[in-house]
């Protein structure tokens, strides 16, 4: 083989490695672009998290509209129901606009919606849209940690604000325009482990799905039930899309391994699979842990009577307690819900969408990307009396302070909320 | 020695299966081994109707999964309004039914194009019927009974066998049976495989082409319906896609494994895909392999063996 030839090969070589790397990280592509009419240049800002008011794009604002994208899984290997989150995702907003038409400045709030496919590269993609051909002011993300962790970062490298319920931070804590507005899974995890202990459980299984985005909750979890004295049996990852076999033979370990509770990050339909396979053997744990999407009454319908004893933390709290929490979810949603009953899916995008008009409020007429952030990062306390309170001090992107605590209820295939607020360490 | 030479690869699949069953109990992988044959009927119920359209026309069918998706969507609709059993032939009768459609309007008009145009037609189906079902009814998952409720039947080396898997896995043991006696020992099985090596001569012979490729798409359907109707109800429910998404790729491997022309390899070829992806989940030396070591550990399988024997376990050469 010649000379030029192995070079040849080896420069092909280093850039097939090259693009697998970057397609890893579920990002490529996404590098260094700018965002027509500012905010790029570098990224949303410092990462101490200081935004500069020079960069003060108003893009997506304007004198009668501000335009929010959401993206959420509603195809995929963990769908979410698409007519759930197309009527929920501006419920609040068209309340907002019915009940007080001068709040935010006399404008109205335009959602868009894209199915982001549970593919973080999907995601990526649907994020540049709404914010490029849609002239999305905010992102936000519906679910999904892999997903929110990848548009995350593209908002960052393009100055964007981007919300979402506190999932991972590994990834995230330097997203200098990201924002959890509920409490990640670490965070949670000193909660679930004490939780754990407090109801007499010793023998801990831990199953947490083999991503990147659950390191940190899988470390800190298995720290804080260490430091709780909680006897860890079995600690797996397991296929983030786990087939049939997979699923059983994780049973089969947990089971082997006598835990008596499992804490469970996953996907739901994993989380399903092993709950399932677990009843089919017999096997009766306890299911626990931080749940976005694992704690929707979905999970339920589908996964009765395999996932009767499952627990999760939560954003937000459930149906059971809403009108003694906010009033006006389930009223509005006989108003504009398109005569679909008010559910939870519907609620956790309230929640959302109920900080953020908190936040907007606060930055005040003069509404543009920086001051938003700004404004964020200056310590103030958003309480939407349905998320727990949410503060940022400078340069911290996880703002959570407490999360509620669901049981499952096979009986009605609905969560209840057990404890409401349960306060984070520190 | 001729002899020997043709039973070959039975030998092979023999000292093969005889080490694999040692190292598993040898190792304290034994749980995996009765796992991995639970789960792996299904890949391999799928496997034969894949094998079989394979045999009669040489196509890669990539729609075989919908067969069983629409077959359990149908299943889910109909058992709000009749009994199960009847729900389970209603559903199968659509699986049929999909099957001749799919046939008439796809595959017939584009008989004489090249097989990678009908793979490529194939896989449009299984595409579209995903999209028709996400437009009807989302993307949502949805909850599906079991035929046969008791789940302890048998307790086989620590893990439990419920009623629907014995079903499962006997259906699959009597199909994969009868099918090789039916292409073996009948005109009709002989005729389709002639059909499929030789169609003038075939029709020359008085025999219709087309209609034997009917009554062989309507037999992959109704494999493929069975699939799902006996084996997604052990998992739970299903969504959109189901059998394509989550059994299709395995039930190719399981395929291929077991010699894309025998339809007892697809039946091997399942178990075998079922029983390697259990261990690799449990046995400790995979522990550290990031990502899927199930399925990483099913394609080095895979590989050798088809490095040591190209036409698969089962299959014959050439």
């Known amino acids: 083989m010649s000379q030029r030839a192995r070079v040849a090969i080896l420069l092909l070589v280093v850039a097939l490695v090259g693009a697998a790397c970057g397609q890893k990280t579920g990002v490529a592509g996404t590098g260094g672009e700018v965002v027509a009419g500012g905010g790029g240049g570098g990224g949303g800002g410092t990462a101490s998290g200081q935004h500069e008011p020079d960069d003060n794009d108003t893009s997506g604002v304007s004198d009668s509209e501000i335009v929010i994208g959401v993206h959420a899984p509603v195809t995929g290997a963990s769908p979410l129901p698409q007519r759930t989150f197309d009527i929920g995702k501006d419920i609040y907003w068209q309340l907002l606009a019915a009940n007080e038409p001068d709040a935010l400045g006399g404008r109205r709030v335009r959602v868009v919606f894209r199915d982001d496919e549970f593919n973080p590269n999907r995601a990526v993609e649907v994020c540049r849209e709404m914010v490029e051909s849609e002239g999305a002011f905010i992102l936000v993300g519906g679910g999904g940690a892999d997903q929110i962790t990848a548009c995350a970062e593209y908002a960052a490298e393009n100055g964007v604000p981007y919300f979402s319920a506190g999932v991972n931070e590994a990834g995230l804590e330097e997203a200098s325009t990201y924002f959890a507005l509920s409490l990640t899974y670490a965070q949670q995890a000193p909660l679930i482990a004490q939780r754990i202990k407090d109801e007499g459980f010793e023998k801990v299984g831990v199953a947490v799905a083999d991503t990147p985005s659950f390191q940190d909750g899988h470390d800190a979890f298995v720290d804080a039930a260490e430091e709780a004295g909680l006897d860890i049996v079995a600690d797996d990852t397991i296929n983030k899309t786990a087939s049939e076999a997979e699923a059983l033979a994780e049973v089969q370990k947990l089971k082997d391994a006598d835990a008596e509770v499992v804490f469970i990050l996953t996907s739901p339909l994993v989380y399903l699979g092993i709950a399932g396979g677990a009843r089919n053997q017999n096997y009766d744990p306890v299911f626990i842990g931080p749940g976005i999407t694992s704690g929707l009454n979905q999970v339920l319908t589908f996964g009765c009577p395999g996932v009767a004893k499952g627990r999760f933390f939560s954003p937000f709290p459930e149906l059971d307690v809403i009108d003694e929490l906010d009033p006006d979810y389930v009223a509005a949603y006989e108003q504009f819900g398109q005569g679909e009953p008010a559910d939870d899916i519907g609620l956790a995008l309230w929640g959302l969408n109920k900080t953020i008009r908190l936040m907007f409020e606060a930055t005040g007429d003069e509404l543009g990307r920086a001051a938003l952030m700004n404004t964020i990062e200056g310590g103030e306390v958003f309480d939407s009396g349905v998320f727990a309170p949410v503060e940022f001090s400078d340069g911290e992107r996880f703002g959570g302070t407490a999360a509620h605590l669901l049981k499952a209820d096979c009986d009605t295939k609905l969560y209840s909320t057990e404890e409401q607020f349960v306060q984070a360490e520190g | ?318």
């Not at chain 2, 190792?27 to 109707?49: C, D, N, R």
């Not at chain 2, 049976?177 to 029709?203: D, H, M, R, V, Y």
């Not at chain 2, 299903?238 to 390899?265: K, N, Y």
């Open chain 2, 1 to 318: 020695m001729d002899r020997l030479r043709e039973r070959q690869g039975q030998v092979i699949t023999a000292a093969v299966i005889t080490l694999l069953v040692l190292v598993l109990l040898a190792t304290g992988e034994k749980e995996s081994l009765v796992i991995g044959v639970i789960t792996g009927s299904a890949y391999g119920f799928l496997a034969l109707g894949l094998v079989l359209i394979y045999k009669s026309s040489g196509v890669f069918n990539f729609a075989q999964g919908e067969f069983g998706t629409v077959a359990v969507y149908t299943l889910y609709l109909l058992h709000f309004d009749v009994p199960y059993g009847f729900a389970l032939l209603g559903a199968l009768g659509v699986a049929v039914l999909m099957g001749v459609v799919v046939e008439r309007l796809v595959v017939r008009p584009l008989f004489d194009a090249p097989r990678v145009t009908l793979l490529v037609a194939t896989a449009g189906v299984a595409l579209l019927s995903i999209a028709v079902q996400i437009w009807f009814g989302e993307a949502t998952a949805r909850p599906v009974g079991r035929a046969l409720p008791t789940l302890d039947r048998f307790t086989v080396l620590g893990v439990q066998i419920s009623d629907q898997r014995l079903l499962l896995l006997g259906a699959l043991a009597i199909l994969a049976g009868l099918l090789a006696w039916f292409f073996n020992k009948t005109n009709l099985g002989l005729a389709i495989l002639g059909s499929s090596q030789e169609p003038t001569a075939t029709e020359l012979m008085g025999i219709s082409v087309k209609r034997l490729s009917t009554i062989v798409w309507a037999l992959a359907a109704l494999l493929g319906g069975l699939a799902g109707v006996l084996a997604v109800p052990e998992t739970g429910g299903f969504a959109p896609g189901v059998l394509t998404v989550a059994f299709l790729i395995p039930a190719f491997t399981a395929a291929v494994l077991g010699g894309m022309t025998s339809l007892p390899g697809a039946f091997l070829g399942g178990v075998i895909v079922g029983v390697v992806e259990a261990v690799a989940t449990s046995a400790p030396i995979f522990e550290d392999i990031p990502g899927s070591p199930g399925t990483l550990l099913v394609f080095v399988v895979l590989l050798i063996v088809l490095v040591a024997r190209p036409q698969g376990l089962l299959g014959k050469a050439g």
